[in-house]
């Protein structure tokens, strides 16, 4: 009996650390939600009106777990979290991700000089990554400009994960445009991106950036 006790109190623990509200006094956060069931699809950005690129059926479409609910960054003194809700628990560790994946990741995306441009854009600064290999997990981070890349600590509940990183970790920035999306890997060189910010999900967003501190 105790034992079961135990366990369900270390479940609500868990999933109050991986639920975005009842932010403490002194932390800054952001909420992004983002559409369901809009995998593959891409956006006018006109109307903001999905087009299909891939199948409904095919199997990217159809994992619960590469389709974004929403995506958080919060800052407290100088450690951020990151983190995401999915459509879908992500994969039991050694559970085999969809046929012809050969990895995924769930990412943030940092850039230092501006929001990204289609028309001139510029070098992604840092990337925040969780990625399943078909068998573990593992969370880093990446330093694009001197290739490094540091190992992070990440929790994870059913749909929701998070990590967490540091200020001294992105250079000392405090202001920064920020982006978050999912990204599959088949065998050696493919690749998709099946989720990332719908149009306008956040206030100052531009494309798919969006302004840090929060507006």
Same mark, same amino acid.
């Given at each position: !009996?105790?034992k079961?006790?135990?366990?369900?109190l270390?479940?609500?623990?868990?999933?109050?650390?991986?639920?975005?509200?009842?932010?403490?006094?002194?932390?800054? !956060?952001?909420?992004?939600?983002?559409?369901?069931?809009d995998?593959?699809?891409?956006?006018?950005?006109?109307?903001?009106?999905?087009?299909?690129?891939?199948?409904?059926?095919?199997?990217?479409? *159809?994992?619960? +777990?590469?389709?974004?609910?929403?995506?958080?960054? @919060?800052?407290k003194?100088?450690? +951020?979290?990151?983190? !995401?809700?999915?459509a879908?628990?992500?994969?039991?560790?050694?559970?085999?991700?969809?046929?012809?994946?050969?990895?995924?990741?769930?990412q943030m995306?940092?850039?230092?000089?501006?929001?990204?441009?289609?028309?001139?854009p510029?070098?992604?600064? +840092?990337?925040? *990554?969780l *990625?399943?290999?078909g068998?573990? +997990?593992?969370?880093?981070?990446?330093?694009?400009?001197?290739?490094?890349?540091?190992?992070?600590?990440?929790?994870h509940?059913g749909p929701?994960?998070q !990590?967490?990183?540091?200020?001294?970790? &992105?250079?000392?920035?405090?202001?920064?445009?920020?982006?978050?999306?999912?990204?599959?890997y088949?065998?050696?060189?493919?690749w998709?991106?099946?989720?990332?910010?719908?149009?306008? @999900?956040s206030?100052?967003q531009?494309?798919?950036? &969006?302004?840090?501190p929060?507006?």
């Open positions: !009996m105790r079961l006790v135990a366990a369900v270390s479940a609500i623990v868990v999933g109050l650390l991986l639920v975005p509200s009842g932010v403490s006094a002194g932390t800054k !956060m952001v909420t992004v939600p983002d559409r369901q069931g995998l593959c699809k891409h956006y006018n950005w006109s109307t903001g009106e999905p087009r299909h690129v891939l199948g409904n059926n095919t199997p990217v479409v *159809t994992a619960g +777990y590469l389709d974004i609910v929403s995506a958080w960054l @919060a800052q003194g100088k450690m +951020y979290t990151f983190g !995401m809700e999915l879908a628990g992500l994969p039991q560790e050694g559970k085999a991700l969809p046929c012809g994946m050969s990895l995924a990741t769930w995306i940092i850039e230092s000089a501006g929001p990204w441009d289609p028309y001139n510029l070098p992604f600064a +840092y990337f925040v *990554t *990625t399943y290999d068998s573990s +997990y593992s969370a880093s981070l990446w330093d694009v400009d001197m290739r490094v890349m540091t190992p992070l600590q990440f929790t509940d929701r994960f !990590m967490v990183f540091s200020e001294d970790s &992105i250079g000392g920035l405090s202001t920064f445009w920020w982006s978050f999306d999912v990204e599959v088949f065998g050696v060189g493919g998709s991106m099946p989720d990332n910010p719908d149009p306008g @999900a206030p100052g531009v494309f798919w950036d &969006i302004p840090w929060p507006v």
